[in-house]
Each structure stands twice: as structure tokens, then as C-alpha cells.
């Protein structure tokens, strides 16, 4: 069985400063990972996916997650952040060959001025 | 590609009234999925579609709720009579292939029931 951990579900910094969304998955075979991005009443867009090839993923907006095996994590990282990144963020995992996306409860990032 | 379409963008209805919620997927997508977001459950899959074909649809919360996808292009789901406690966010999505490939989102339908 799939499941996914977020493990805030809010998260404040000021702009300027690091972003860390912490994830943990469950999986009972490989799984496929992804991180999705939810603005107000808007749809939700791929930031970026894992499914088995480099563990570091970069994805849009200078978003980069790492995938970490031994820790069963795939937290969500950016450098810098942007008033523009205020949003909310799910996790979402697969297990290879299914068709269910799993998703995290989801973590709401407020970015201060 | 415009993406996925849904339409309508907001809907308002009264208790007992019938529901059609519309979703065009990505041309050359093979599956189409219908999730139901609210504060409570978060998002959830209710129904998807592999070639058209109904393959799982025991996310679908009670009979009232019913899916169709008449061809490639098009997709409904129903909900007849409807309930205040169905006031969600609906949303389609479609992908190539599962679990491999990220599905794409359409920008939902806010439906409330008064």
C-alpha cells in the first residue's frame, strides 16, 4: 500500500529565504513521487517528479526535491522564495503500473514581505 | 494543447437538483481521472477512465454520482439528486500513462449546494 506523509501543514517564511516542505512516502514497490502546486482557486500544476532516474529532481520555479530511499522522504526545496510562491503544495506519490495518485493532505506556504 | 477544460467554472444549485459537471482531457491522453476536493477529506480520486472504459470507480461517494466518457474527448459526472454535503471542488485530469507519468489538471468547478 501507498501513502504519503506532509509533514506541516503550514509553513511561513519571508521572502528571500529557503523553502523546505517536508514529505515522507510509504510504498511497497518503487515509487513514482511528484509535487504539485495549487494557487487560490486555481488547478493544481507539476512543480516536478521523481520516477527512478536522478534522485535530485528540479522542476519549474527553481522548486528542487530530493528523492532519499533510506529516509523514505522527498522533501520540496527552493532557495530563495518568492511572494509569488505563496500557495499550496501537495505531495503525491504512485506506485509503478497503478493508476492512483496518492495525496498528502497538502501544506499551505505564506511567504512575509 | 490547451490543457484540460472543465467547465462550468462555478455552479450553484439547489438541494435536489440534477448536476453536470464537463471535461474535455488533453487530445492523446489515454486515462481521466475525477477527483472531489473539500477541507475536510482533502483531494480524492473518484472515478477514472482508460480508453474511454470505466476501470475503477469505487472512490464514487454514493449512487447519486455517475461518470461517463461517451468518447475521447469528453467526460461527465453526475449528480442526481444533489446534496449540500456534495459542495466541493471537482476537478479532471488526464495522462498518458499511469503512475509513470504526471496527470495534468484542469482548473476545477466549484460547485456549492444551497
Known amino acids: 500500500a501507498q501513502s504519503v506523509t506532509q509533514l506541516d501543514s503550514h509553513v511561513s517564511v519571508s521572502e528571500g529565504t529557503p523553502v523546505l516542505l517536508r514529505c515522507n512516502y510509504s510504498s511497497s514497490y518503487s515509487p513514482s513521487l511528484f509535487w504539485y502546486v495549487q494557487h487560490p482557486n486555481k488547478g493544481l500544476q507539476l512543480l516536478l517528479k521523481y520516477t527512478s532516474a536522478a534522485t535530485l529532481v528540479k522542476g519549474i520555479n527553481g522548486f528542487e526535491a530530493e528523492f532519499k530511499k533510506s529516509e523514505t522522504s522527498f522533501h520540496l526545496t527552493k532557495p530563495s522564495a518568492h511572494m509569488s510562491d505563496a500557495a499550496e503544495y501537495f505531495c503525491v506519490v504512485s506506485a509503478r503500473g497503478t493508476y492512483k495518485y496518492i495525496f498528502g493532505t497538502g501544506t499551505r506556504l505564506k511567504v512575509l514581505a | 494543447d490547451a490543457g484540460v477544460i472543465q467547465s462550468p467554472r462555478h455552479e450553484v444549485t439547489e438541494m435536489g437538483q440534477e448536476v453536470t459537471l464537463r471535461c474535455k482531457p488533453i487530445?492523446?491522453?489515454?486515462?481521466l481521472f475525477w477527483y472531489r476536493q473539500t477541507m475536510m477529506r482533502g483531494l480524492e480520486l473518484l472515478i477514472y477512465f482508460n480508453n474511454n472504459v470505466p476501470i475503477d470507480d469505487s472512490g464514487m461517494p454514493e449512487d447519486r454520482f455517475s461518470a461517463k466518457m461517451p468518447n475521447a474527448s469528453f467526460s461527465t459526472l453526475k449528480i442526481q439528486p444533489s446534496e449540500p454535503r456534495d459542495s466541493a471542488v471537482y476537478f479532471c485530469?488526464?495522462?498518458?500513462?499511469?503512475?509513470?507519468?504526471?496527470?495534468?489538471f484542469g482548473q476545477g468547478t466549484r460547485l456549492t449546494v444551497v
Open positions: 487530445s492523446g491522453h489515454d486515462y
Open positions: 485530469a488526464s495522462s498518458l500513462f499511469t503512475g509513470l507519468t504526471e496527470a495534468f
